[in-house]
């Protein structure tokens, strides 16, 4: 009788939907709002991701579900071993596109594009639109259309933004500074690498600072301790790297601080877009110290602003300093230029005909 219960399950149940996201942190944020949205539907979904062992997930499967959220890294696992089964694929969703880019996961999604069905609708999500990103919806597109709810690559308009020029000593120093003066209790913290995420977080604990570093280098349940930590009050300040930046969804986070600019000037917008969430007002601060000038120059660029400078007297920056290559630490994609945060606004929708809204 269980048997033939799992059989009717499955037989119901088959994957139509999949969505594709960069990091396991987005891969479960948006499984809790499938979750929720489906919550008086008869539709059952599971996500899955790396960093964890494979056979709960694949139990889950067995069980049947129509929405999978899954990292491409992953949901191939699965393919490989058999245990997930794509052929009634009827929705295709790229969340967070830009980020796929920029972590070469293009391969990836190639392969699991070869394996489902041609005959889909197909979603791309993508709060930044460069022109990388047009030839990915010009690739896996067909005929898209293009649905903008903000200014291509704009910063929240109700995210108060600030650089604040020091040396790069200093640093470590302003934002203990900044925490403290501010009675901030609840900070995320942005550095361009992982050891410069361990080593800030374990300067903050000595500074009087409770925080935790979160970046992929980390375990799973390492990851989602700290960020519940986090959400929880138990820590003030989270250090991140980018990767992170995509997975933490927190309604009221009143402050983001660029400890190191990004590389990346559409990190940025996603980056500050982790303040002034669901229409609450947030901060955002940068620390930028004279090696990270045109990376300054190339967001305000970006975003078509220049962002207020403020200078605190005793860590105004010293003029004879001069500027010096800066140390990518080894970073997938890393380089010297901009290229191509909260959503600003959303991708291509394509494959679709007029009579059927999908093809």
């Keep these: 009788m269980e048997l033939l219960s799992r059989k009717q399950a499955q037989k119901k149940h088959k994957v139509r939907a999949l969505i594709l996201t960069p990091t396991r942190e987005l891969a479960l944020q948006v499984a809790e709002n499938v979750a929720l949205y489906a919550?008086?539907?008869p539709f059952k979904s599971t996500v899955i991701f790396g960093g964890v062992k494979i056979n709960p997930q694949i139990a889950q499967l067995r069980k049947g579900v129509d929405i999978v959220i899954a990292t491409p890294g992953r949901l191939l696992d699965h393919i490989s071993q058999k245990t997930i089964d794509l052929r009634e694929i009827e929705f295709l969703v790229l969340d967070e596109a830009d980020r796929m880019l920029d972590m070469g996961f293009v391969n990836d999604i190639k392969k699991i594009i070869n394996i489902i069905p041609k005959q889909r609708q197909t979603l791309l999500f993508s709060a930044t639109y460069s022109d990388a990103i047009k030839k990915l919806s010009n690739q896996f597109l067909n005929a898209p259309t293009l649905i903008e709810v903000?200014?291509?690559?704009?910063?929240?308009?109700?995210?108060?933004?600030?650089?604040?020029?020091?040396?790069?000593?200093?640093?470590?120093?302003?934002?203990?500074?900044?925490?403290n003066e501010g009675k901030w209790q609840q900070v995320l913290v942005f550095t361009r690498t992982k050891h410069g995420a361990n080593r800030l977080s374990g300067q903050l604990d000595k500074d009087g600072i409770t925080s935790a570093a979160i970046h992929g280098n980390k375990s799973q349940n390492a990851r989602t301790k700290a960020l519940a930590d986090f959400k929880k009050g138990d820590i003030r300040v989270l250090v991140a790297t980018d990767i992170a930046a995509r997975g933490i969804d927190i309604d009221q986070l009143p402050h983001v601080v660029n400890f190191e600019l990004p590389n990346v000037s559409e990190d940025y917008v996603h980056r500050i877009g982790r303040t002034g969430r669901a229409g609450n007002k947030g901060e955002a601060i940068s620390l930028v110290c004279v090696d990270e000038d045109e990376f300054l120059e190339g967001i305000e660029k970006l975003i078509k602003k220049d962002i207020p400078k403020v200078w605190i007297k005793e860590f105004k920056p010293d003029p004879s300093i001069k500027a010096e290559p800066i140390n990518m630490g080894g970073n997938r994609g890393a380089r010297n230029k901009p290229r191509g945060g909260g959503r600003a606004n959303a991708g291509a929708r394509g494959n679709t005909n007029a009579r059927r809204g999908r093809r």
Excluded: C, F, G, W
């Design 39 to 41: 919550k008086h539907t």
């Design 150 to 179: 903000a200014r291509t690559n704009a910063s929240s308009e109700i995210v108060k933004q600030a650089v604040y020029h020091v040396d790069k000593t200093r640093k470590r120093e302003l934002l203990t500074h900044l925490i």
